[in-house]
């Protein structure tokens, strides 16, 4: 059973604070990491994806992969009310997609 | 990147009767993948679309309630049958980008009654 765990939240942090998320994943054969913001009612779109150890930055997104911990983070800086949303993490495994069940965000003005 | 087109984006339903969901890609793609994500939850994975063959179902759920259509490689169709309030959910379509991601329709909003 390929498993991702996320913490559910809430998570509520003030604005210009650092959001961070974190998962982790249970098949070691997983090759490919992502992060998929979703708004409500709204259909997931892609944050950051991630395939090697390190951190991989994209302006205010920083993904932190941790194959060896079966972990990987996102960090969130300088937090707008607009990035609360619900952020879900998915692995790629065997060609297929694995999502955890989603951390809720919320920045606080 | 890839654009899907689903539709309809939202429907309210009688239970008892049957909806199909429709998804068309502008690009031809190997694999369309549908999921379920109910109130709250994340994105379950129904099954996989593949064009030519039988779609492959994942576990807990079968073809009678969710028989999928993949008539050629841009189109592909869901549909939940004898609805009950329990299939009250979103349900999207996707295609993968590869190794960089996965491209969702814009989802069906079901809420039966």
């Known amino acids: 059973q390929k498993e991702v765990e996320q913490n559910s939240g809430p998570l509520s942090v003030p604005e210009g604070a650092i959001a961070s998320l974190n998962c982790t994943y249970s098949?070691?054969?997983?090759?490919?990491f992502f992060w998929y913001r979703q708004y409500s009612g709204k259909s997931p779109e892609l944050i950051m994806f991630?395939?090697?150890?390190g951190d991989k930055e994209d302006g205010r997104f920083t993904a932190q992969l941790n194959k060896a911990s079966q972990y990987v983070s996102l960090l969130i800086r300088d937090s707008q009310p607009s990035d609360s949303a619900t952020y879900l993490c998915?692995?790629?495994?065997?060609?297929?997609?694995?999502f955890g069940t989603g951390t809720s965000l919320t920045v606080i003005p | 990147s890839a654009v899907i087109s689903q539709k309809p984006s939202r429907d309210i339903c009688q239970r008892g009767t049957s909806l199909t969901i429709q998804c068309q890609v502008d690009?031809?793609?190997?694999?369309m993948f549908w999921y379920r994500q109910q109130p709250g939850q994340s994105l379950t994975l129904i099954a996989t679309?593949?064009?030519?063959?039988?779609?492959?179902?994942e576990s807990g759920f079968v073809i009678d309630k969710f028989p999928i259509s993949r008539p050629n490689l841009t189109f592909s169709t869901l549909t939940v049958s004898n609805m009950s309030p329990e299939d009250s959910s979103i349900y999207l379509c996707?295609?993968?980008?590869?190794?960089?991601?996965?491209?969702f329709g814009q989802g069906t909003r079901l809420t039966v009654v």
């Open positions: 690009s031809q793609v190997t694999m």
């Open positions: 098949d070691r054969g997983s090759q490919s």
């Open positions: 991630i395939y090697s150890n």
């Open positions: 998915a692995v790629l495994s065997s060609n297929q997609f694995y």
């Open positions: 679309a593949n064009q030519g063959s039988e779609a492959t179902y």
């Open positions: 996707s295609v993968p980008g590869g190794r960089t991601e996965a491209f």
